[in-house]
């Protein structure tokens, strides 16, 4: 059984950054596809950035560009977001996701981590 634990989340001033990280359990964390995902009040969630199971490929949505950074580490079955340059709208609850390879749909997800950006 795959778990993921998302921490890090918090309450941060505009401008500010946060880091989340998501622990993977019950796998082989070096073959899974890793993803993070938000969700904000009223809204549906929506897809933040991807890494590749070996890290050499991240991609981001358009909104995050230049502020957020994915990043993974195999040995420590850990993928991990930075978030710099917070704007209130990027108050959301952030999940952690997992896929069996690049290409497949993300079956693993965590609780979720509430992060809050104030103005």
């Known amino acids: 059984q795959v778990q993921l634990v998302e921490s890090g989340g918090g309450l941060v001033q505009a401008g500010g950054s946060l880091r989340l990280s998501c622990a993977a359990s019950g796998g082989t964390f070096s073959w899974f596809g890793m993803g993070w995902f938000r969700q904000a009040p009223g809204k549906e969630r929506e897809f933040v950035g991807g890494?590749?199971?070996?890290?050499?490929?991240?991609y981001y949505a358009e909104f995050v560009k230049g502020r957020f950074t994915i990043s993974r580490d195999n040995a420590k079955n850990t993928v991990y977001l930075q978030m710099n340059s917070l704007k209130p709208e990027d108050t959301a609850v952030y999940y952690c996701?997992?896929?069996?390879?690049?290409?497949?749909?993300?079956?693993?997800w965590g609780q979720g981590t509430q992060v809050t950006v104030s103005s």
């Open positions: 890494i590749r199971r070996s890290g050499g490929s991240i």
């Open positions: 996701a997992a896929r069996n390879n690049d290409y497949a749909i993300y079956v693993y």
